[in-house]
């Protein structure tokens, strides 16, 4: 999990402008919304490319990327249950 | 797609930036061309005596052609322009030959990876995420 949550964090700071220092980013902080990063569809966009790219794990739908990009945690736990990382 | 695709863009007349389609793998992959010639508009004055497509309508051009790839009816706007590049000026009697190719998308975003050529070489390029506003009614993205 720690390994993996590491490279989403790489992820984020390499492919997302964030006004957050990355390891102020802690495995529950929400990545969208006013009480998290704030991240928007494109950045949301940008991180399911990356993930596909890092990780070789495709977010199909809309639905899928509420749920699975909510903070690294569930990010890291998708990942998993994908069988990669 | 029936009949000419580039009619099938949005856009006014003009405001239309996409001359023909050469090739369309519908969703996938798209080659247009455009023709710049010296009595287009907005060349009188970029610049008076020394006419340069403004790199601004190069993209537009590129992004329309990304557009051409999303489902008949939509209707889509920009969303984020990345990594453009313009290497080379493009003038009257130029031809532009512009190759979009979709990368993936989410929602209502769909990303494109387009090049711009003049004679085989790159004269711009840019990574360009549209996105649909008014979905065809039956075929959602």
């Known amino acids: 999990m720690n390994e993996i949550a590491q490279r989403i964090r790489t992820l984020l700071s390499t492919r997302l402008k964030l006004a957050t220092a990355v390891d102020e980013i802690t495995d529950d902080t929400p990545l969208f919304g006013p009480t998290g990063l704030g991240l928007d569809s494109i950045d949301a966009l940008e991180l399911v490319l990356g993930l596909e790219k890092e990780f070789g794990v495709v977010v199909e739908d809309r639905a899928t990327a509420v749920k699975v990009l909510a903070s690294i945690r569930t990010i890291a736990d998708y990942i998993q249950s994908q069988g990669k990382g | ?141």
């Open chain 2, 1 to 141: 797609m029936a009949g000419d695709p580039v009619s099938h863009l949005p856009h006014g007349i003009s405001f239309r930036f996409v001359d023909r389609v050469l090739q369309i793998v519908p969703g996938d992959r798209v080659v247009a061309l455009k023709n710049v010639t010296v009595n287009d508009p907005y060349l009188q004055d970029h610049f008076p005596g020394n006419p340069l497509m403004p790199g601004v309508l190069l993209v537009e051009s590129m992004a329309q052609t990304a557009g051409l790839l999303l489902p008949e009816g939509s209707s889509a706007v920009l969303a984020q322009i990345k990594e453009a590049r313009f290497r080379s000026p493009v003038i009257p009697g130029d031809q532009i030959r512009i190759e979009a190719v979709r990368r993936g998308g989410l929602g209502a975003l769909h990303r494109f990876e387009v090049v711009a050529l003049v004679n085989g070489i790159p004269a711009a390029e840019a990574e360009i995420v549209l996105a649909v506003v008014m979905p065809n009614a039956e075929k959602q993205p």
